[in-house]
Structure formats: structure tokens, C-alpha cells
């Protein structure tokens, strides 16, 4: 049965050529990156709001509206807002228009970041985020080298981001980085885009060399100077020419990502610094006790991470999000990493308790939090360092 299927794949996947001759399979590489991602996650938060212009806005605090807009829902870009704008002149485009102006919660973008990656992780064969909301993927070996199986694991994808966290996202799918990052810029918003190898050429021939990942407005001129506008044109320069111009390592880099040969491959993302755990509370309250009852599963669940990672944590968190959807932390830093979960049951509630005190607001949803993870080696685990010697 296994030489069967083996021998299916091996007629259907596309087999490439090395440099030394040696075959490979073609890859598959992806790129995720979530729709106006600050703004959606307050749309998920508060559906009201769709529909409406979003921004979610940095304030400086120098004056009331003193600051930039860090994204805006396609509501309010179809006004001309962009991230980066002065909020000032943001609101004057949606002058008339109900915008809701919102201030970010990056600690909150954070924690929904987290988890998507996980989640996103757990489906692939490799991830490497990239920022808050995007993300390279690598799945050669579990769509083996197929781009139907391809297109059917980034639907999945898609549908577990939905399920997960009620957010759509972008998916570009193709044999490089480069192209997967063209793909989703594309597929933009919601969209999902399979360049299939066979297409690869056809694909990039037309776009604007400045579109290629890593090309500003100083390379896109000097290859204007060299009379290069497409990528297609690009694919044809004079390799030495390109070297040249811009150095061996970057002239070789602008002829790989034309033809859409660069070969960088999927890092792994490092190891994680932090495990958390969210939850919306059975009804909202300011008990600190009562909060933290309500995250022992939470608890449980971070210790389970740290027992299959042979982490321990030097510092616990207790997050909480208020009736008014801000988001408050207070931590405790340990002196040696600890693992121990009933020391985190234990100090949750005063660390509530403290947050509750300073914030007035009944907390709706708490997260738990260990960050400062170490690996356990032979240090004992606090419980059996408190057992006494027999
Ligand atoms: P982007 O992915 O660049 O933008 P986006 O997710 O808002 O929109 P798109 O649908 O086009 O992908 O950035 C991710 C987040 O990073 C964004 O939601 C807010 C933040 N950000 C800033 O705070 N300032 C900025 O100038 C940019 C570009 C992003
Ligand atoms: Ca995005």
C-alpha cells in the first residue's frame, strides 16, 4: 500500500533539478498575514462596529488628538486613512462618517497574536513569524510537493484562524518566499493566492520590479536607470551588470527572487518565550478569588506546556481585560524559574487582587501569563525542593 501511494506521489509532484543534479521536491511555501489585523481584533471584540470606520490610534498625550493612526478597518481606508496618519487628519477624512476611535491595546494584539501562531504552527511543517500578524510557512512535506493538497491545507488555515479566533487573513502560497509574500499581498483582504510552479514565470513576468520583498524606491530607481521596470525584465539583466550595481550578494539575491528561484528557506521560529492562557469570565466581577478560580483550567494548561518543553518560568502574569475592553497587567518575578502549578493558583489571586485594586472597573475576560522561561534541567521543581528530607 505504501509503495502504491509512493509511487503516486512521485508521478504527480513536480520534481526539480538542483545545481548538483540532485532532485528535490519543489517546495511549498506560504504566506499568512491577517486582514487590518489591530482593527479586526476590535471589530471580533465589539461587532457593532463593523461596518463602521475603525481606527485604532497611538496617542502621544501631548494633546487630546496628538498622535497616529496605527491601522484602520477597510472602512475607514476607502476614505483615504492610512496607518501612519496624524489622527487629526485622520478624523478630519471621516468627518460625518460615525468613526470609532480606538486606543491600541498592543499587550492585547500581542496575546491574540500568540495564539493564531500557535495554532497556525501546530498545522504546518515549519513556521517563522515575521511580525505581530504574518507569518512564512513551509508545507513541501506534508502537501507533498502538491499544490492541490497545498491549496486544500491553506483553506484549513484559513478556516482554523476563523474558528480560533473569528479573524480572516491573507494567504499566498508559492515556491519561494518571495512569491508566497506576492501571493498574499494579492489575496488581500481574505483572500488566498497558489502560484503553482508551472505558473511561476507567467506570474511574475508583469509586475513592477519595486513589488519584489527587500526592493525600495533607491534599487526600483537604479534599476530604472538600467532600464528595468518588471520583474520580467529584471529575469533577463545581465547578471554581472547586477552585481555590479548592487553588490555579489544582493545582485544575486534580485535575479533568484525575479525568476522566482531565491531558495531561503523556512526558519523555524525560535522557541517560545512565554505560554498565556485567556478566558471570558462566567459573569464580570472585581473578586480576585473568584477570578482566579476561574483560570485553574488555564493554570493546568501552562503547566502541561512547560512539563513537554522542560521549561520553567521565572516571571506570572495575571491579564486582565476590563468591562471597557483595556487591558491590565501585574506580574511577580521570581527569584529562581519555578513550574509549580499550585504556586501559580496560589499567587493569581493577589496579583488580581492588586489590579482590581487600582483599576475600579470589574474585570470580563483574565489570562494567565509565565514569561522568562527556562529550560529544567536538574533543577528540582519548587514542590519537591519544599518536601521535607526523609
Ligand atoms: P500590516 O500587516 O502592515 O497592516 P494591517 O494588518 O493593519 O493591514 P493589512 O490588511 O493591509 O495587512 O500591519 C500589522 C499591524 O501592525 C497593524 O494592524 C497595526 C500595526 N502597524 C502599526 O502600528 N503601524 C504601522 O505603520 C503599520 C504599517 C502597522
Ligand atoms: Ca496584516
Do not use: W
Amino acid at each position: 500500500m505504501d509503495e502504491i501511494q509512493n509511487s503516486t506521489r512521485s508521478r504527480q509532484n513536480p520534481l526539480n533539478r538542483g545545481p548538483r543534479g540532485n532532485i528535490f521536491l519543489t517546495r511549498v511555501i506560504g504566506h499568512i498575514d491577517l486582514d487590518y489585523f489591530y482593527a479586526q481584533v476590535e471589530e471580533v471584540e465589539k461587532p457593532s462596529l463593523k461596518g463602521r470606520p475603525v481606527i485604532v490610534c497611538v496617542f502621544s498625550g501631548r494633546t487630546e488628538d496628538s498622535g497616529v493612526v496605527s491601522t484602520a478597518n477597510y472602512e475607514a481606508r476607502a476614505f483615504g486613512v492610512h496607518s501612519g496618519m496624524p489622527i487629526v487628519q485622520a478624523k478630519k477624512k471621516l468627518e460625518g462618517r460615525n468613526p470609532e476611535v480606538i486606543r491600541m491595546d498592543h499587550e492585547k494584539y500581542e496575546v491574540i497574536s500568540g495564539r493564531v501562531m500557535d495554532d497556525v504552527g501546530r498545522m504546518v511543517d515549519a513556521l517563522e513569524p515575521t511580525g505581530i500578524d504574518e507569518a512564512f510557512f513551509d508545507i513541501t512535506d506534508s502537501a507533498g510537493s502538491d499544490y492541490g493538497r497545498a491549496r486544500r491545507s491553506a483553506d484549513s488555515i484559513k478556516e482554523a484562524v476563523m474558528k480560533g479566533e473569528h479573524l480572516t487573513c491573507s494567504i499566498g502560497i508559492g515556491r519561494s518566499k518571495v512569491i508566497a509574500k506576492l501571493g498574499s499581498d494579492m489575496a488581500k483582504p481574505g483572500g488566498l493566492m497558489i502560484i503553482t510552479p508551472e505558473d511561476t514565470e507567467s506570474f511574475l513576468a508583469p509586475l513592477d520590479a519595486s513589488r519584489i520583498y527587500g526592493v525600495g524606491p533607491k534599487t526600483t530607481s537604479t534599476l530604472g536607470e538600467m532600464g528595468i521596470m518588471t520583474v520580467g525584465e529584471l529575469a533577463k539583466a545581465d547578471p554581472a551588470e547586477l552585481e555590479r550595481r548592487f553588490g555579489r550578494k544582493f545582485g544575486k539575491y534580485l535575479l533568484a527572487a525575479a525568476t522566482g528561484s531565491d531558495a531561503d528557506p523556512v526558519v523555524a521560529g525560535l522557541e517560545p518565550t512565554q505560554y498565556s492562557r485567556i478566558v471570558t469570565l462566567r459573569r464580570d466581577t472585581r473578586d480576585a478569588k473568584e477570578v482566579a478560580e476561574q483560570l485553574s483550567e488555564g493554570v493546568q494548561y501552562i503547566h502541561g506546556k512547560l512539563l513537554h518543553s522542560g521549561k520553567s518560568f521565572k516571571t506570572l502574569t495575571a491579564i486582565g481585560i476590563l468591562t471597557d475592553l483595556s487591558t491590565k497587567t501585574r506580574s511577580k518575578t521570581f527569584e529562581t524559574a519555578v513550574s509549580d502549578p499550585s504556586l501559580m493558583s496560589e499567587t493569581l489571586p493577589a496579583l488580581f487582587d492588586e489590579l482590581s485594586g487600582t483599576t475600579g472597573r470589574e474585570f470580563r475576560r483574565a489570562g494567565v501569563r509565565v514569561s522568562g522561561l527556562e529550560d529544567v534541567e536538574d533543577q528540582t521543581s519548587l514542590s519537591e525542593f519544599l518536601r521535607p528530607a526523609r
